[in-house]
């Protein structure tokens, strides 16, 4: 007797097909269930991984100083930029550019005169995916600190006056007497001192001879 009740072979039939669609929905289900998981571990990458560099940008600045009127020249050494043109009148200034990559940018910065700079902006990748500028200035081979166009002023040396009302002075007179015995200067008073002196006690010496005499 079969195990399918009075409905025989067509109800072994129906439970075959019925168990082949349950797997095959199961299947289709795991299927998709690893296509999401898939793509979400994919897209978790993305956002951890460091994309910084594709996006940033950075800007980097020349100052420049003018004395006078100025007409600034900015052109690349590279093909492919176009000249920034800037006027000054007794002021500064600065030329803004923008970097999206490393590298080593050339360009020279001049006006109207002739007179030219050379200018080098070195772009290099910085901590989390930062870019870092550094400008570095020539003239005609040298380094320079700061990048300035017009004519300088100059200081002219103001004349030493000569000084005027200054007292000079007066060198004391050296006199002899008649009899040329001593020197006389210009203060008297303690050579008639000193003479007094030698005559009184000369005066002295003989009164003491004179009497010493009578005594004997």
């Known amino acids: 007797m079969s195990g399918c009740g009075i409905n025989g072979p067509y109800c072994c039939t129906s439970n075959y097909k019925l168990k082949v669609s349950y797997d095959t929905f199961l299947e289709d289900i795991m299927q998709k269930i690893g296509k999401a998981l898939i793509m979400l571990v994919m897209g978790m990458l993305l956002c951890v991984s460091p994309v910084y560099a594709l996006t940033q940008k950075t800007n980097a600045s020349i100052p420049v100083t003018c004395i006078g009127k100025c007409t600034l020249t900015l052109s690349s050494v590279n093909a492919g930029e176009e000249k920034q043109i800037k006027t000054l009148d007794n002021e500064k ?39 870092q500028t550094n400008v570095v200035a020539t003239l005609d081979g040298k380094h320079k600190d700061t990048i300035s166009f017009g004519k300088q002023k100059e200081t002219i040396p103001q004349p030493i006056k000569p000084v005027e009302n200054i007292k000079k002075p007066t060198p004391q007179k050296h006199k002899t007497n008649k009899k040329g015995l001593f020197v006389l200067t210009g203060d008297s008073t303690h050579i008639a001192i000193w003479v007094v002196t030698v005559v009184l006690t000369a005066l002295i010496i003989i009164m003491l001879l004179r009497h010493r005499r009578r005594e004997e």
């Open 93 to 131: 200034g600065q030329f803004t550019l923008t970097f999206e990559k490393p590298g080593n940018y050339e360009y020279t910065l001049s006006d109207q005169t002739g007179k030219s700079y050379q200018v080098i902006i070195a772009v290099t990748n910085g901590n989390e995916g930062t870019l």
